[in-house]
């Protein structure tokens, strides 16, 4: 049984000592000393007294846990007064318009819209600024994992500002209207008028005074604005913004979850920087940015974790770490541009880091040329030649990621390049190499020449303008054909329903037809 256990928790919860609770019950403090410590058992009407004190169930007391017992009452209470609340403020609303005028209830129900529009502008403002700062955290992320974070964001957003909404929405109408309407119970008008009955036979001479009360006794019965003098809340509110805190708090932890991941990103960054030590001012301005980085964002953890767990922070400590890493940071940024300035840009096309490949292919009546290079030009060259020479010049690095690729069909050529991963390390370790010497490069950055003959070049160019004067009409023949065909669907759908439409009407014709029958029969 439980009774021990039982016994010294709700004596503890009343503030009772042992010697008190002897003396309600009639016993010595050693025989409650003994119930608790489960030495001895009280008699069955010391249980029952027990019980009737603290308004206890017999069987609560002897085999449940109190403590359970009594969370179960309040929440049972704490639900009904959220329900009685609930209904409380929708039988006040009433009320209250049911004695309001046609112009009164207008212009409250218009407040609202102007409320309610105002409210959807400021949450989607606040929608596109913070989604946009956190898709910019998390775009590291692999593209199906950031689709996954973007889906529950824009859901626990929605359901927040839902939430925030409604009760923003209710309290400025408590405010603005219920707390200023109450109606006067038919007992205080009564009073009222006995009340002005005595003074008015106590003043007989005060013919002005009565006719003031009786005004008064008017207005009275009429419906009367004052002022809620308690400000009280609705509990159902409370409710709702328990639940939004805890909306708030799930929002909270997927910030948490995004900073942790930026964190290792931070930390897995700062320690490949040492790789680019050579560098010097370049490097330690790199370094401090990092380390200021790293130490924001574990603030940022550290406060939003604190938060989850509704636990105080230590706001002094935090706030000097935060502006040293901003000034840490600032340092940094201010060291890394001074060392980026003794860097040497290097583009031009002849330098011995930029290499050539070539192919050479026959010329027809209505050959096209298609160009996917990224960043690249085309120069056309006028050679005396039948045929047509292609000249690719790019970074010697540029092929260890890939290659050109020729696509050869019919009249129509397109160039190209193909991503391979074979030496992306050693491409890497170009680039890492090149930014200890202090050199940036445009690694992606290709230049092709086209040698041919004068002809030859104006044929291409025309050839090339026609092809894409064609790819356009062609599209814009498909974005048609693709309408014309969504309106056959829409209107073969709406004969489909006509039909089932026109079948129905059928049947019910048959069957007035049958029930006339009937009747004309009998």
Not at 410 to 420: E, K, Q, V, Y
Request: net charge neutral; with cysteine.
């Amino acid at each position: 049984m439980n009774l021990a256990e039982n016994l010294k928790r709700i004596r503890k919860e009343n503030n009772l000592s042992q010697e008190q609770l002897a003396e309600k019950l009639g016993v010595s403090r050693q025989a409650v000393s003994k119930w608790e410590s489960n030495q001895a058992y009280p008699e069955m009407d010391k249980v029952l007294q027990l019980a009737k004190m603290f308004n206890l169930n017999v069987d609560d007391l002897l085999n449940q846990n109190i403590k359970e017992v009594n969370n179960e009452k309040q929440s049972k209470m704490a639900i009904n007064k959220y329900i009685d609340d609930f209904l409380g403020f929708f039988t006040k609303t009433i009320d209250m318009f049911s004695n309001m005028k046609s112009k009164d209830r207008f212009k409250c129900i218009f407040e609202q819209f102007i409320i309610i529009a105002l409210l959807i502008i400021v949450f989607a403002i606040i929608n596109v600024v913070v989604g946009n700062a956190l898709l910019t955290i998390v775009s590291i992320l692999p593209s199906h994992i950031l689709n996954i974070f973007n889906s529950i964001f824009n859901g626990i957003y929605l359901i927040i500002a839902l939430v925030l909404s409604i009760i923003i929405l209710i309290h400025i109408f408590k405010v603005r209207y219920l707390d200023y309407y109450i109606s006067i119970d038919e007992k205080e008008v009564t009073e009222e008028k006995e009340n002005i009955k005595v003074e008015k036979e106590e003043t007989d001479n005060k013919e002005p005074k009565n006719e003031s009360k009786s005004q008064t006794l008017k207005k009275s019965e009429e419906k009367i604005i004052i002022r809620d003098p308690k400000h009280s809340e609705y509990k159902f509110i409370s409710g709702m913004l328990k639940c939004l805190l805890f909306f708030v708090k799930a929002f909270t932890l997927c910030i948490v979850v995004a900073l942790s991941i930026s964190l290792i990103c931070l930390v897995l960054s700062l320690v490949v920087s040492f790789l680019i030590a050579k560098t010097g001012l370049f490097f330690v301005g790199i370094f401090l940015s990092l380390l200021a980085c790293i130490i924001i964002n574990l603030i940022l953890i550290i406060v939003l974790i604190n938060f989850i767990m509704s636990k105080k922070s230590k706001k002094s400590m935090l706030l000097i770490s935060f502006i040293v890493s901003l000034l840490i940071l600032g340092t940094g940024i201010g060291m890394s541009i001074i060392g980026f300035t003794s860097f040497n840009y290097i583009d031009d096309i002849n330098d011995d880091r930029y290499i050539k490949s070539e192919i050479n292919i026959s010329m027809s009546e209505n050959l096209v040329i298609e160009n996917y290079h990224y960043n690249s030009n085309i120069d056309y060259i006028e050679e005396d030649r039948s045929d047509i020479r292609i000249v690719y010049k790019h970074t010697k690095y540029y092929e260890l990621l890939g290659k050109n690729i020729l696509y050869v069909d019919d009249n129509h050529i397109i160039l190209g390049f193909a991503l391979t991963d074979n030496n992306s390390f050693k491409f890497a370790r170009n680039i890492i190499k090149d930014i200890n010497d202090k050199e940036v490069i445009d690694y992606f950055k290709t230049h092709i020449y086209i040698y041919a003959s004068k002809d030859n070049i104006q044929k291409l160019k025309n050839n090339n303008n026609n092809y894409y004067k064609r790819e356009s009409y062609y599209n814009k023949l498909v974005d048609e054909n693709t309408k014309y065909q969504n309106k056959i669907y829409e209107l073969e759908e709406q004969l489909t329903n006509s039909k089932e439409r026109l079948q129905y009407l059928e049947s019910q014709l048959n069957n007035s037809r049958n029930e006339l029958k009937e009747c004309y029969e009998n």
